[in-house]
T-cell receptor
């Protein structure tokens, strides 16, 4: 069964550093999403991406964050100048259509120290 | 106020019991997902439904759009069903609003 692949599975970074989280969505999917889950809390929407541009973003997704689809297969989330409160599990998801089911990646656990 | 409310927050059952998890939402939606999250953190989609009822093995999901309510049922529960079950609603742009989840523990 096709999978959404996320790398790395765990990343530890120093406060103030930049991190790039990588995702390879399912090849024929058109809609891409990033979500995050702070430990012990519910999953929160960050950003959706369609047709090579952001289609919607939450208030969490401020200037510290950016997304890219650099080469037609990878979908990246960049977090500049990381803060302690950015520590969370970050999930990528993709879907062939807005009205179709999601496939989630297994997540990247980001720890900012 | 949470837009998606789940109950109960925690549920302990004996193997073989019939389990019901409820989800109520207060916003307009195009569909609703039931998701499963295991201790390692990965999320798996169980169902996506916009009306009526769906069944997959021992799992049944129902939704009542007029009442803004959905239920997930597990028949003949098993310890391997132990996980967090999450209700998430689909907004018009396709993004999901998640509930806090129901932590299910099934004892042998």
């Amino acid at each position: 069964e096709p999978e959404v692949t996320q790398t790395p599975s765990h990343q530890v970074t120093q406060m103030g550093q930049e991190v790039i989280l990588r995702c390879v969505p399912i090849s024929n999917h058109l809609y891409f999403y990033w979500y995050r889950q702070i430990l012990g809390q519910k999953v929160e929407f960050l950003v959706s991406f369609y047709n090579n541009e952001i289609s919607e973003k939450s208030e969490i997704f401020d200037d510290q964050f950016s997304v890219e689809r650099p080469d037609g297969s990878n979908f990246t989330l960049k977090i500049r100048s990381t803060k302690l409160e950015d520590s969370a599990m970050y999930f990528c998801a993709s879907s062939p259509d807005r009205d179709y089911g999601y496939t989630f990646g297994s997540g990247t656990r980001l720890t900012v120290v | 106020k949470n837009e998606v409310e789940q109950s109960p927050q925690n549920l302990t059952a004996q193997e073989g019991e019939f389990i019901t998890i409820n989800c109520s939402y207060s916003v307009g939606i195009s569909a609703l997902h039931w998701l499963q999250q295991h201790p390692g953190g990965g999320i798996v989609s169980l169902f996506m439904l916009s009306s009526g009822k769906k069944k997959h093995g021992r799992l049944i999901a129902t939704i009542n759009i007029q009442e803004k309510h959905s239920s997930l049922h597990i028949t003949a529960s098993h310890p391997r069903d132990s996980a967090v079950y999450i209700c998430a609603v689909v907004r018009s742009q396709g993004n999901l609003i998640f509930g806090k989840g129901t932590k299910l523990s099934v004892k042998p």
